[in-house]
């Protein structure tokens, strides 16, 4: 409680400053312990203590025993599984599940009198944290050419607005469909069959800045795109990778998976720059052992890889069981495997001639002990899963890092058998199930000629804009209009400033959402904003409670019903607004029947199941005890790549040039405890002992010294990638356990430091966690550098 008035207390006295001249303000930082061990009691506490902020403590309570329930609804917040059998009677949820359902719970309001007392401009001078803390959206919302207030609208007459500026364009390819990955499968499949039969591909979608990395390695190489491991092989593991991933913080449910393997077995090995403390150990909040004897540790070994060093570290991995496979034929490969499996093996093997530990080890930043205990650790096992997040995703050469991950495997047989595999985490709770539905820009022939045998509308060919590309074409003015299902555009992208100059170029911007955010005030000429349900409302069609459907990291297929009240009567849900939307501008045009699909979920999960492979029976198969798996090739039967008659390819590919300038700095940009990507939950980031604070850049002790700070200092941050100065004003120095000249700070504050040209090769993934920087002394006088409509993001003057 007595954290909660605090934040108020913050909260409030932030709202007080309105010094327009000068955005910039520091809260007041507090530095507590770093944590050695993830959940437990406090993450309990602050689960309860967020439903309370959000003035919700009852319907919160009541739904938070609903979540991730067999019946219930599909938590909003991560995309980890849930158990195929038993559910845990206190609640499938966690911490950071538990926030995401108060954000959504909130009885806060957005309403047009707020609209009529707030304006763009001054809305957006708050911080992400406190526009989100506004509360919940109620009504439709037009902002006019020119006007600084948003007004309400009817329904009918924000649909013909669309219609209007989708109609005008010259060609359907002026116009992008935006995806976060929230969205039903039965909203994304309606959404992606408007986008293509209106005319266009340009569906950027979350993922562009996600795991499309992981989707560009894992296709060509094993033939799905998606992970192939399940629940139950994390029981059966023996050795688990975990690189490039805080699982404490964004998939915390995957904590008592690990708990589980580990006590099995399993070893567990950790990849990062930064000691996390839901690596190192976890504190089981269900369980009062656990909590009393302080938890179990988690990782085994600790490997504090620079960031970008995993392409080294995995090559020595490569070199020592290499070595070890020599001293010891066919005790640490599989043969049989890469003979009857895989192709490309003796070239993949010589390039080993040209590396040596050494210098690998000094690359990676690892030590050679360190190296050689990972590589020993695996070498005699089989059963290995790899699981990875944006820590290689976001990296340039990410794509080839993951198929570095699968050339191991590959050499030891590891995947598409019990215990063995990848795990790409996915962020969103449907991320994936978007792709499987069709959102994608660069669809197949195989899911376009399905689409057009059974609708038989000529559907567009060309591939459309990815998020990087979209931005771009948007500044170059090819794309006229926006239409954003969900997510927060301009403060998920990179580069803030030429995103933000970009975006107000647009003729309109719709964007459907739950909550405020800045994606409403950095608008286009004209903006819509249109309000939908949470995965936790009542989603009611003719007097009916109807139940949508997710994809979960594993590939299982599961109903979700919500259950809280809507906030307000005039909210509709995302299929009908696709389909209300594709009424009104294709018309006669469309041979869809959309009406059909507006009146019934199982109308639109009967021509999925025609549409898509896998979904037989769909209206039977989601209604059952926990839902449906995928089906899965090279996990089902180790069939790989269909271009080589089901084998899967060894990779080769390159250590990268990581040299620095001695007074530039490789930043990663991370996610605190208390956000969900652009929803900042607070201001504390509590297992890495950070307490009201989000303008910190973590630093090596060494390089402060080196440099002539002190921790504590206030900086600026600046990016010159293309020859132009970027800057992010007033950072605080935060003295902390991170490999030498590596720096961490959180997004979206940062993200104005990420050239639109910083891209991950082949997946063109915004490369945010590989981002050169230089540290300065703050000065007071900085803010005047910033773009004068930028600040705290983008403000557009009055
Ligand atoms: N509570 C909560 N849950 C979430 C989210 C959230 O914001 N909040 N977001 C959701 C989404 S959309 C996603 S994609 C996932 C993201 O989940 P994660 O992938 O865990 O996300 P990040 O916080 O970006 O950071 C990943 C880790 O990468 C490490 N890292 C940085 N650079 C490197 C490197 O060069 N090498 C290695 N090995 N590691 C590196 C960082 O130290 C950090 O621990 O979580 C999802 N779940
Ligand atoms: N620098 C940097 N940038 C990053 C990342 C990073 O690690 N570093 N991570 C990237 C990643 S992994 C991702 S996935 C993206 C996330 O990018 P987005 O998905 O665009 O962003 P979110 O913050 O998840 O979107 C939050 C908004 O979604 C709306 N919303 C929430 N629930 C619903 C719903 O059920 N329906 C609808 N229609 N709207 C809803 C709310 O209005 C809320 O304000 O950010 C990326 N950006
Ligand atoms: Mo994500």
């Known amino acids: 409680m007595e954290d909660h008035n605090k934040k108020k207390e913050i909260e409030e006295s932030i709202r007080k400053e309105p010094d327009a001249e000068n955005p910039y303000t520091l809260l007041d930082l507090k530095l507590t312990h770093v944590e050695k061990a993830a959940a437990g009691i406090p993450a309990v506490m602050a689960a309860f203590s967020d439903l309370f902020e959000e003035k919700a403590p009852v319907r919160g309570m009541r739904a938070l025993f609903k979540m991730n329930q067999m019946g219930g609804f599909d938590c909003p917040s991560c995309a980890w599984p849930d158990p195929d059998d038993e559910r845990s009677v206190l609640g499938e949820y966690c911490e950071n599940g538990a926030k995401a359902l108060a954000e959504e719970a909130t009885t806060k309001k957005v309403t047009p009198e707020f609209f009529k007392q707030n304006s763009v401009y001054d809305l957006a001078k708050l ?3 406190q526009i989100g803390k506004m509360g919940r959206l109620t009504d439709p919302m037009y902002l006019p050419q020119g006007a600084i207030h948003y007004q309400p609208i009817t329904w009918e007459n924000a649909f013909k607005k669309i219609a209007e500026h989708l109609n005008a364009l010259e060609s359907p390819d002026e116009a992008a469909f935006y ?20 005319g266009t591909n340009n569906m950027p979608d979350c993922s562009n800045m996600c795991h499309e990395t992981s989707g560009s390695a894992l296709r060509p190489t094993i033939g799905i795109g998606k992970g192939t491991v ?15 991933q805080n699982p404490g913080t964004n998939a915390p449910r995957m904590m008592s998976a690990l708990a589980k393997g580990k006590k099995n077995g399993a070893k567990i090995i950790a990849v990062n720059p930064l000691p996390e403390a ?11 052992k ?7 540790q988690l990782a085994d070994l600790y490997l504090p890889v620079k960031i970008n060093g995993d392409m080294a570290l995995l090559k020595a991995l490569e070199l020592l069981l290499i070595e070890f496979e020599k001293k010891n034929p066919g005790m640490v490969f599989d043969k049989d495997f890469i003979n009857e499996k895989t192709v490309g093996y003796d070239d993949f093997i010589k390039q080993f001639d040209h590396y040596n530990l050494d210098e690998l080890a000094v690359l990676s930043g690892v030590s050679k002990e360190g190296l050689y205990q990972a590589a020993e650790a695996i070498a005699t096992k089989k059963r290995i899963i790899f699981s990875w997040g944006m820590g290689l995703t976001q990296q340039p050469n990410g794509v080839d890092m993951i198929r570095e991950i699968l050339n191991i495997l590959l050499l030891k047989g590891s995947i598409g058998k019990p215990g063995a595999g990848v795990c790409p985490v996915r962020g969103h709770s449907n991320v994936q199930g978007n792709r499987t539905m069709m959102i994608d820009e660069k669809p197949t022939d195989e899911q376009l000629d399905r689409l057009e045998n059974f609708y038989g509308f000529k559907v567009p060919r060309k591939h459309g804009y990815d998020v990087v590309r979209a931005i771009k074409a948007i500044h170059e003015e090819k794309v006229k209009v926006m239409f954003c299902m969900g997510g927060n ?10 995103t933000a100059n970009a975006l107000r170029k647009l003729n309109l911007l719709v964007s459907v959402s739950t909550k405020l955010n800045r994606g409403h005030l950095v608008h286009g000429k004209e903006a819509l904003i249109l309000p939908t349900y949470g995965r936790s409302d009542k989603d009611i069609v003719n007097g009916e409670i109807q139940i949508v459907s997710t994809e979960n990291s594993m590939g299982v297929v599961q109903d979700s019903k919500g259950m809280l009240d809507p906030v307000s009567d005039n909210l509709v849900n995302e299929t009908q607004i696709v389909c209300r939307m594709a009424m009104a501008t294709l018309g006669e045009r469309s041979v869809v029947n959309w009406q059909r699909y507006h009146d019934s979920y199982d109308a639109v999960r009967d021509d999925i199941e025609q549409c898509i492979p896998g979904f037989e029976d769909y209206n039977v198969r989601v209604r059952q005890k926990g839902g449906f798996y995928l089906p899965n090739a090279a996990r089902d039967k180790q069939y790989f790549s269909k271009e080589l008659g089901g084998r899967a390819p060894f990779t080769l590919t390159e250590i990268p040039d990581n040299n620095l300038a001695p007074d530039e700095y490789m930043m990663a940009t991370t996610r605190t405890h208390d956000q969900f990507n652009t929803t900042i939950y607070g201001l504390d980031d509590r297992y890495r002992g950070i307490k009201n604070e989000r303008r910190v850049v973590f630093m090596n002790q060494n390089d402060i010294d080196k440099a002539g700070f002190k921790a504590g200092d206030k900086v600026d941050l600046y ?9 992010a004003p007033l950072f605080i120095i935060v003295s902390y356990q991170i490999p030498e000249k590596n720096t961490v700070t959180y997004f979206p504050e940062t993200n104005v430091l990420v050239s639109v040209n910083n891209v991950v090769k082949e997946s063109n993934m915004p490369a945010s966690k590989y981002v050169k920087i230089k540290i300065k002394k703050h000065d007071p006088e900085v803010y005047k550098k910033v773009d004068e409509m930028l600040y705290k993001g983008a403000v557009q003057k009055p």
Do not use: H
Request: glycine share 10%; net charge negative; proline share 3%.
């Open 489 to 498: 555009f301009i403060s998920a992208t990179p580069d803030t400033t030429f």
């Open 278 to 288: 839901g690596l190192m150990g976890f504190i089981n909040p269900q369980s009062v």
């Open 179 to 198: 995806t976060s990955g929230r969205t039903s499968n039965e909203a994304s499949f309606v959404y992606q069959l408007f986008a293509k039969e209106f």
């Open 230 to 244: 399940t629940l139950e092989d994390f029981y059966e593991a023996e050795v688990i990778v975990i690189i490039g």
């Open 127 to 129: 911080d992400d944290y």
């Open 290 to 296: 656990d909590i009393l004897k302080g938890g179990v």
């Open 719 to 727: 990016n010159y990638d293309d020859g132009i100065e970027r800057v």
